[in-house]
């Protein structure tokens, strides 16, 4: 059972505890992907050298 990634959104942004716009949230959302693929490509890194 998928819902529409609109309707998700929304929902999320209805139960979140700040008035942030969605594109708000998907910019920190990505941020936070970012930082942690960088940061478990360090640590592979780290692991075979």
């Given amino acids: 059972m998928t819902m529409p990634a609109k309707q998700n959104l929304e929902g ?3 139960g979140g505890p700040e008035q942030t716009s969605i ?5 920190v959302f ?3 992907l ?11 890194r780290a ?3």
């Avoid at 594109?23 to 910019?27: G, L, S, T």
């Avoid at 970012?34 to 592979?44: D, G, K």
């Fill in 23 to 27: 594109d708000d949230q998907v910019e």
């Fill in 47 to 49: 692991e075979f050298s």
């Fill in 12 to 14: 999320w942004q209805m």
């Fill in 34 to 44: 970012r930082r942690l693929a960088v940061l478990s490509a360090n640590e592979q």
């Fill in 30 to 32: 990505a941020l936070r």
